[in-house]
């Protein structure tokens, strides 16, 4: 009886310790669990932060980006429609050039010759629907300004204007070369005028 009585005790004792060391294990379970927790928790909201900076900026860099294009795009529009402006002028001027009245349309021709006509012989062969070209028009401008003009057959091959033949070159005079030599020379002008600067 003793003895069982002691076997009791015994593992009546064996299992309040077990029951003291489960309770422990599951006191510091319960600890690891809540450490676990709140270690992801702060894992969770720095993440969370994270993928929000970076889409932030992301966005940023987005927005960015959008308005740059925006303003590419604008100032390509802008320098479109100048460029356009700058076309028109220059071929409204052609425009008045082709129309100028009969006397002040030879003086203009005058002045062209005088710009491409180096001296010697000198072969004028012009467009075929330029009228003002005459073998009396070329003998004033030969005595008037020491020439040495000969004019030849009307060309197709210019559709305005005239081409200028000597021994060794041949120089063309056409509307065309008129107006890029106009351009070149007063564009920035006409864009100071029209724009304010000096670009075209």
Known sequence: MEESKKLEEILSSIEAKAAEEVNEINKAADSEIEGLKKEFGKRKTAHIESMKKKFEREGELKKRQI??????????????????????????????????????????????????????????????????????YIDKLNKKNGWKLNLGKKTTRIEDGFILKEANSETVVDFRNISEFLRDMYAGDVAEQLFGDKSE
């Open 67 to 136: 308005i740059t294009e925006y303003r590419l795009t604008a100032r390509r529009e802008v320098l479109d429609i100048k460029q356009k402006l700058m076309d028109e002028v220059f071929n409204e001027l052609l425009d008045r050039l082709r129309g100028l009245e009969k006397t002040r349309y030879a003086d203009f021709m005058e002045r062209l010759l005088g710009e491409a006509v180096s001296g010697g012989d000198v072969d004028i062969v012009p467009a075929e629907k330029e009228s003002i070209f005459s073998k009396s």
